[in-house]
Nanobody
Framework: QVQLVESGGGLVQPGGSLRLSCAASRSIAAFNSMGWYRQAPGKQRELVASTNTGTRTNYADSVKGRFTISRDNAKNTLYLQMNSLKPEDTAVYYC?????????WGQGTQVTVSS
């Protein structure tokens, strides 16, 4: 069983930055892929960014140029650097990991962008 624990969420003003972290209970080097999803009230969960075991990354159009996903295999941690935040980025952000045929989720961390 894999546990994922997110941290780093909070309240930030428009234009500000946050960095989310996702700590895994085991080595992340073997994960087929890892990613960040978000879910705003009344909306479906959507992919924000993902990365595979190499250097390939994928971003939602709405965050391209503002968010950066990265992973530190030595620390078993996935990150999401979020810059130039907008009110529409407000959501609960979830860490996701895919290993073989299993998908794992963290409990989520709230990000609120408001003045």
């Amino acid at each position: 069983q894999v546990q994922l624990v997110e941290s780093g969420g909070g309240l930030v003003q428009p234009g500000g930055s946050l960095r989310l972290s996702c700590a895994a209970s085991r080595s992340i080097a073997a994960f087929n892929s890892m990613g960040w999803y978000r879910q705003a009230p009344g909306k479906q969960r959507e992919l924000v960014a993902s990365t595979n075991t190499g250097t390939r990354t994928n971003y939602a159009d709405s965050v391209k140029g503002r968010f950066t996903i990265s992973r530190d295999n030595a620390k078993n941690t996935l990150y999401l650097q979020m810059n130039s935040l907008k009110p529409e980025d407000t959501a609960v952000y979830y860490c996701n990991a895919f290993l073989f045929v299993s998908t794992y989720w963290g409990q989520g961390t709230q990000v609120t962008v408001s003045s």
